[in-house]
């Protein structure tokens, strides 16, 4: 039973999502309102008031919690909270791979990445909060944790030990199926997704690269959203963590795109911790009594990914040369 039902608590809902509008409102209509060339200085001041923003609202909430349901309820929920907020943010990393590979295929330049990427965000808060809905009420069948579990597992397992597949965005299904109905141009002219030529609307690469990212970000959220429910079974903290992630995830994508190859070992660190966090849905939160410990669940993670990234400096990967 939820401590935070949706029918009590549809205001709040409402308020964060007029927050999270308001938000990318402004990053649309006010500080981005011309293309151009994200700078890595911008990026990262982005990528700092959004985790900024996540952090106070931790803060409110525990606040919140505790004085409604008591100081040990309101810890609690604050530490499922900032894990649930580090798992996303963590996993949310694997999209940055898939966005350096989309753009460099349809070859979107640098000065409009920035609009493909916010529509693709406001896509993927759309297709979140479906996920979660859906997910939320599946959980309340005890067999479906199982399923969840398992399925993380495996795809931790596969991900530990399949190599980088080169992405075709030519033979997504998606992708091929609206090309058959709208045509496409071959060229970009400036930041439309749709241009008329000869008197017939065509789409243009950047509606197909954003297109593109949509469909993929649908799978990364079949990831995610059972990840997250490892962590707690409130959906307003599951809603409200993957939007904060979601939401950095544009700013951490411009800061981290020219390094991202760096961390190459990064990707067996987020495999651990889809393996992990589907061994405490199966087995370790029914080993203690129904929930393992959130304080270690947040050492676990934290220390994984940071592990991976501390191990790819430390070892870099060679670059193979090929003789002529």
Do not use: C
């Amino acid at each position: 039973m939820s401590l935070f039902p949706f029918a009590e608590y549809w205001w709040f809902y409402g308020g964060f999502l007029i927050f999270v509008l308001i938000m990318l409102a402004l990053d649309l209509g006010v500080f981005n309102k011309k293309a151009h060339v994200v700078s890595f200085k911008e990026a990262m001041t982005w990528s700092i008031v959004w985790v900024v923003l996540a952090l106070i609202f931790n803060a409110g909430f525990y606040y919140y919690a505790s004085s409604k349901f008591g100081a040990d309820k309101g810890q609690q929920f604050a530490l499922e909270f900032l894990t649930g907020y580090i798992l996303e943010y963590s996993l949310s990393i694997d999209n940055i791979f898939v966005f350096v590979l989309v753009f460099s295929y349809f070859g979107i330049p640098a000065k409009y990445k920035h609009r493909v990427l916010f529509y693709g965000i406001l896509g993927a808060l759309i297709f979140r909060a479906v996920f979660i809905a859906l997910g939320s009420a599946l959980l309340s069948f005890s067999w479906i944790i199982y399923i969840f579990g398992a399925f993380l597992i495996i795809t931790g397992i596969k991900m530990f030990f399949t190599d980088s597949e080169e992405i075709e965005p030519e033979k997504n299904f998606l992708v091929r199926v609206f090309k058959k109905i709208i045509p496409v141009t071959h060229s970009i002219k400036d930041k439309s997704f749709f241009v008329k030529e000869n008197g017939v609307t065509h789409t243009t690469p950047l509606f197909i690269a954003l297109l593109f990212l949509e469909a993929t970000d649908i799978v990364f959220a079949v990831d995610s959203v059972p990840a997250i429910f490892s962590i707690t079974k409130e959906p307003l903290i599951v809603f409200t963590s993957n939007i904060f992630a979601i939401m950095g995830l544009r700013s951490m994508y411009f800061m981290l795109a020219g390094v991202i190859d760096k961390f190459y070992l990064l990707k067996y660190g987020l495999a651990i911790v889809l393996i992990f966090v589907g061994l405490k849905m199966v087995w370790l939160n029914p080993m203690y009594d129904g929930h393992f410990p959130i304080a270690w669940s947040l050492e676990i993670i934290l220390g994984t990914i940071l592990l991976s990234i501390i191990a790819s400096l430390i070892f870099p990967k060679r670059e193979v040369i090929v003789k002529e």
